[in-house]
C-alpha cells in the first residue's frame, strides 16, 4: 500500500527553526510537494522537489533524499502566523497525489 | 480574479438527502479535483477530471457522482446522504500534471450528515 508519515503534532517557539519530517512508501514517485493550511481554511503550496537536494525559498527550506524516502520542511526564524498544519503529499507513478495527514505546529511566544 | 470558489460553505443534510456542491475556477485550469479531509487524515481524492467532460474515480468515489459540462465548473453530487459523508470537501485545480500539478484550493464546504 501507499503511505505517508508525518508527525502528528509539534511544539516551537517563536524566532526558533523547527525541521518536520516525511517519509514516504509510495507506488511511483513524481515528486513531493508541501502545503501549508491554516486552521478552518484551504491548503496553500509551499514547494515541490523531485530531485535530490534542498530547495530554499525565502525562511521555509524543503530538502528531499529519494533513495531514503525521506522529506523534511525547515521553518526558520519562526512567526506566531507560522501555526498551521503542514502537509507533505508525494505524486505517485499515475501523477495522483497521495497526501499525509499533515504535522500541526504550535508556535508559543 | 476570484481563483477557486465552492457553494456552499456550510451544509447540514438529513440521511437519504441529496444535494449538489459547485466548484469555479477562473484560472483556465485543465484538471480539477474533489477531496474530503476528515480529522486524523489526509486529504483523500473523491473524483478528478483531466478536461471538460471528463472524469474518473479518485480512492474514495462510493456514494458520490460528478460532472465536468463547462471547463471552468466540476460539480460533486450526493444521492443519498449517509453520516459517513460528514466531512470538509475541498475542491481544487491546477494547470496540469506532475510537476506542474501545484494544486490551487477552494475554501472548502463543512457538511454534516445527520
Known amino acids: 500500500g501507499q503511505n505517508i508519515d508525518q508527525p502528528t503534532e509539534m511544539t516551537a517557539t517563536e524566532g526558533a527553526i523547527v525541521q518536520i519530517n516525511c517519509t514516504y512508501q509510495?507506488?511511483?514517485?513524481?515528486?513531493l510537494f508541501w502545503y501549508q493550511q491554516h486552521a478552518g481554511e484551504a491548503p496553500t503550496f509551499l514547494s515541490y522537489n523531485v530531485l535530490d537536494g534542498l530547495e530554499e525559498k525565502g525562511r521555509f527550506s524543503s530538502f528531499l533524499s529519494r533513495s531514503k524516502g525521506y522529506s523534511y520542511l525547515l521553518l526558520k526564524e519562526l512567526q506566531m502566523k507560522d501555526s498551521a498544519s503542514y502537509l507533505c503529499?508525494?505524486?505517485?507513478?499515475?501523477?495522483?497525489?497521495?497526501w499525509g495527514a499533515g504535522t500541526k505546529l504550535i508556535i508559543k511566544p | 480574479n476570484a481563483g477557486v470558489t465552492q457553494t456552499p460553505k456550510f451544509r447540514v443534510l438529513k440521511t437519504g438527502q441529496s444535494m449538489t456542491l459547485l466548484c469555479a475556477q477562473d484560472m483556465n485550469h485543465e484538471y480539477m479535483y474533489w477531496y474530503r479531509q476528515d480529522p486524523g487524515m489526509g486529504l483523500r481524492l473523491i473524483h478528478y477530471?483531466?478536461?471538460?467532460?471528463?472524469?474518473a474515480k479518485g480512492e474514495v468515489p462510493d456514494g458520490y457522482n460528478v460532472s465536468r459540462l463547462k471547463k471552468q465548473n466540476f460539480l460533486l453530487g450526493l444521492e443519498s446522504a449517509a453520516p459517513s459523508q460528514t466531512s470538509v470537501y475541498f475542491c481544487?485545480?491546477?494547470?496540469?500534471?506532475?510537476?506542474?500539478?501545484?494544486?490551487?484550493f477552494g475554501p472548502g464546504t463543512r457538511l454534516t450528515v445527520l
Open positions: 477530471s483531466v478536461g471538460e467532460g471528463t472524469t
Open positions: 503529499a508525494v505524486l505517485d507513478s499515475n501523477y495522483q497525489l497521495i
Open positions: 509510495t507506488s511511483g514517485f513524481n515528486g
Open positions: 481544487a485545480s491546477s494547470s496540469g500534471s506532475g510537476e506542474y500539478n501545484e494544486q490551487f
